[in-house]
Nanobody, 121 residues
């Protein structure tokens, strides 16, 4: 499966932004999906994951209550709704697909190219 993330941009603290991740290939609905991010000078970290049906989601503590992950299997698209953005959310955001509904980066087999989110204070 190939993944293409989009929707990043420059916003102010407190604003909202929705990221999308478009997938190609017929197996999208069989994959668990995740969002990860990498801030400048830091390691890539887990943000959120969703199982194949969308019935289960899991979030990093740092985004819980502010971000929402969802998917539309008919459109082969993954979303990340980000609300109440903070400067510390500034990072390149990556979408990923894997067979397991987990937060571990190494469990994801396919990665998008990343989209930059910059939150100004």
């Amino acid at each position: 499966v190939q993944l293409q993330a989009s929707g990043g941009g420059l916003v102010q603290a407190g604003d909202s932004l929705r990221l999308s991740c478009a997938a190609s290939g017929r197996a999208f609905s069989s994959y668990a999906m995740g969002w990860f991010r990498q801030a400048p000078g830091k390691e890539r970290e887990f943000v959120a994951s969703i199982n194949w049906s969308g019935g289960y989601t899991y979030y990093a503590d740092s985004v819980k209550g502010r971000f929402a992950i969802s998917r539309d299997n008919a459109k082969k698209t993954l979303y990340l709704q980000m609300n109440s953005l903070k400067p510390e959310d500034t990072a390149v955001y990556y979408c990923a697909a894997g067979k397991l509904f987990v937060a571990t980066m190494t469990s994801y087999d396919y990665w998008g190219q990343g989209t930059l989110v910059t939150v100004s204070s």
